[in-house]
């Protein structure tokens, strides 16, 4: 599978030209929200939430709603507060090199 990052929904939709599940992850410092969106992308719904320990455990766990629910691409949530710029929860979950410019 292709790795695409970008915030661009352009991008992204380009990258899936034959659609697929998505799954919407909501990063926070105990828990990952999970959401998965159907195929063609109309409608989505809470699945899951890992409680966060070790950084493999949650990655595991992730891994393996990927391949039970057949995921064709993973959107993370951005806090932000105005004009794009992060919020603070942002920042902390892509770390300082990470973030978006």
Do not use: Y
């Not at 352009?10 to 969106?37: N, Q, S």
């Not at 057949?70 to 004009?83: F, S, T």
């Amino acid at each position: 599978m292709a790795s695409l990052i970008t915030t661009d929904p352009g991008d992204f939709a380009a990258a899936l030209p034959h659609g697929g599940k998505l799954a919407g992850l909501d990063v926070g410092t105990k828990t990952v929200g999970l959401a998965i969106c159907d195929a063609g992308w109309h409608f989505a719904g809470p699945v899951e939430t890992i409680r966060r320990t070790k950084f493999t455990r949650d990655l595991e766990q992730l891994r393996a709603l990927i391949e039970r629910e057949h995921v064709a691409g993973l959107v993370i949530g951005w806090p932000q507060v105005r004009k794009r710029a992060p919020a603070w929860s942002g920042q902390r979950t892509a770390g300082p090199t990470n973030a978006p410019r």
